[in-house]
């Protein structure tokens, strides 16, 4: 049996993606959450909440809509020939953990080696926010950042790290306050090449 058909309804398995629902029954959920919560979604207060939540979603996970590709598209040649380590640091990101739904707070540097152009320094922080607005996982949206930016930009090497709090763990359950995260991937030259990572590590302050 073709392990890509959907046994359901034998449609391909992309076909298989949940409907997705309309702003009405989003809103709608909202409010049974509310109710779930404890309070009365009917109160004066909480009328508009429902619209509200689903607009603040609208921004939350527009990542969805976004493509790293256009994102990086662009790239200048005339750059007097720097070759060198291009890094931008301290990115301020937030995100939610695909957990909890709950934010997950930081800030990410991004470092890669020029290999045939390089790209504008905003696209660097565009490229996070296109996975931060996504519900994820703050490793897999470490290696999505460096993924990206090795299929679009073909960098000699490519670093990112992220430091992040997560709400989940400081706002419930083990409520370990001020814990923060630090994932990091390191490509190519970053990857072979220790000095490069120590360059990395320098130049971040984070050694
Ligand atoms: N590896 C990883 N874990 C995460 C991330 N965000 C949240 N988590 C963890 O996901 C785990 C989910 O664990 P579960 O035992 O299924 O859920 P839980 O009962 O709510 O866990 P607690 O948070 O320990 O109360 C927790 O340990 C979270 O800290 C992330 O970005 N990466
Ligand atoms: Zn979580």
């Known amino acids: 049996m073709d392990a890509r058909v959907n046994l ?37 207060g909480l009328l508009e909440t429902p619209g509200r939540v689903i607009r603040a979603y609208d921004e939350f996970f527009a990542g969805y809509e976004q493509d790293a590709g256009a994102v990086l598209s662009k790239t200048f040649k005339e750059v007097g020939g720097y070759d060198d380590i291009v890094l931008v640091r301290d990115i301020p990101f937030n995100s939610h953990c695909e957990h909890h739904m709950v934010p997950f707070v930081g800030k990410a540097h991004i470092a890669y080696l020029p290999h045939d152009g390089v790209v504008g320094l905003s696209k660097l922080a565009r490229l996070v926010e296109v996975f931060a607005r996504r519900l994820q996982t703050q490793e897999n949206l470490t290696a999505q950042i460096v993924d990206a930016i090795n299929e679009h930009l073909n960098p000699r090497g490519a670093a990112v790290m992220l430091e992040a709090e997560h709400m989940c763990m400081s706002m419930r359950g083990v409520r370990a306050h001020g814990a923060s995260t630090v994932t990091h991937r390191f490509t190519g030259v970053f990857a072979e090449d220790r000095v490069e990572q120590d360059r990395f590590f320098a130049m971040t302050g984070t050694r």
């Open 8 to 44: 359901l309804n034998g449609l391909p398995v992309e076909a298989a993606k949940p409907r997705r629902p309309s702003r009405a029954e989003a809103e709608a959920a909202v409010r049974t959450l509310i109710a779930w919560a404890g309070d009365d979604p009917s109160r004066e």
